[in-house]
């Protein structure tokens, strides 16, 4: 039995509109990890909530999931920070509290951009609904 594996509308419209932030935030990440933007991600996150809502689905969730697909990248500027901790000449207590403060800072590069995505993703959802959308079907049909 084959594996199917089938994406929401919401999550289509979050990757369409993830997908160059997320592009741009890897650009950034790789050229300095210390300096990230998240260049295009309140766009990304206006067409995912303008494209959901013209399909009857919720602005701000496709805007979160295109926050989260556009700030994922961001992930990748902790690696040095992990791979230096085991080097650092302290005791053990005070390398366990800089890797978690890493992942505190791992949460806070997801939260962000969901953030501002979500309200990006509202924003395109008043949009939509101000040209019209959704178009909901008529009863019996």
């Known amino acids: 039995m084959p594996l ?7 999550w289509k419209c979050a990757l369409i509109g993830g997908l160059v932030p997320a592009l741009f935030t890897l ?42 697909v556009g700030g994922v990248p961001a992930l990748w500027s902790l690696k040095e920070l992990l791979v230096a901790v085991p080097t650092i000449p302290n005791p053990l207590w005070f390398q366990v509290v800089i890797v978690g ?4 800072a791992g949460v806070l590069l997801l939260v962000l ?6 309200l990006a ?18 009863a019996g049909s």
Do not use: N
């Open 101 to 104: 403060m890493a992942l505190v």
């Open 4 to 10: 199917q594996f089938e994406l929401s509308t919401t």
């Open 121 to 138: 993703g509202r924003f395109g959802g008043w949009l939509a609904e101000r040209q019209g959308h959704p178009r909901v079907p008529a």
């Open 27 to 68: 650009a950034d990440v790789l050229e300095s990890a210390s300096d990230i933007t998240f260049h295009g991600l309140f766009l990304g996150g206006v067409i995912a909530g303008y494209l959901v809502k013209r399909h009857g689905g919720t602005g701000t969730d496709a805007g979160v999931r295109a926050g989260l």
């Open 113 to 118: 951009p969901m953030v501002v995505g979500g």
